[in-house]
C-alpha cells in the first residue's frame, strides 16, 4: 500500500511540474489582455466611464 501511495504521490509531483510552464503562460496571457483591453478603452474616451463604474 506504501507503494502504490508513493508512485501517486510522485505521478502528482509530476503533473504539476508539467502544469506549472502551461499556467505561467495562461497568466501572462491574460496579463497582456487586461491590459490591451485598458489600452482599447482608453483609445475609445472608455476610462473615465469604466472607473466610475468601480
Known sequence: M???ESKA?????AM??????ELDEMGTRID???KN???LMTQ???EDHHKSKQ
Open 37 to 39: 483591453v485598458a489600452d
Open 16 to 21: 504539476d511540474f508539467s502544469l506549472m510552464p
Open 32 to 34: 497582456d489582455l487586461e
Open 44 to 46: 475609445a474616451g472608455m
Open 9 to 13: 504521490a510522485k505521478d502528482l509531483t
Open 2 to 4: 506504501a507503494g502504490s
